[in-house]
């Protein structure tokens, strides 16, 4: 199997961000392979690799999660701060919370930290389509 596919295994069954379950997923083969004395290939992720891979993204740190929840709520605070100003003057709102780059990274920093996509939807308070278009993500 390719890493490409298992990512895309992981981002299915733990509900990832496709982007980032690929990164972690190269960076976790690598470890992996280090510990073995090999180099990483990417077109062929042994079984060994690929349950090590698994394992790493089932077993997020919660303590990291916290930390994330909280970027990503204050950064989308202060966007539907900006977004309750400009309500009345006919602005492109979802364009606001779309490019304010403190929301894109604190999403991106808790996805890359294994924050699945309905979680991260829930600490922004946007919908999943929103999270995953953020973040350049298709579903």
């Known amino acids: ?3 490409e596919e298992l990512a895309q295994r992981m981002a299915d069954k733990y509900d990832l961000v496709p982007s980032a379950a690929l990164s972690m997923s190269k960076e976790f083969q690598r470890q992996a392979a280090r510990v073995d004395g090999l180099t990483a290939d990417e077109s062929d992720v042994s079984d060994d690799q690929a349950y090590c891979i698994e ?7 919660e303590t990291l999660f916290d930390q994330d929840r909280d970027r ?4 989308a605070a202060q966007v539907m701060k ?4 400009v309500r009345d003057e006919d602005g492109d709102l979802s364009w606001m919370i779309y490019s ?7 999403l991106r920093h808790a996805a890359e930290d294994s924050m699945s996509v309905r979680e991260l939807a ?5 919908d999943r389509d929103a ?3 953020i973040l350049g993500a298709e579903d």
């Open 1 to 3: 199997m390719t890493i």
């Open 55 to 61: 394992y790493m993204i089932s077993e997020p740190d």
């Open 72 to 75: 990503i709520e204050t950064a």
């Open 82 to 85: 900006l977004v309750d100003r």
């Open 100 to 106: 304010d780059s403190d929301l894109r990274r604190a």
């Open 122 to 126: 829930q600490a922004s308070g946007l």
């Open 131 to 133: 999270v995953l278009e």
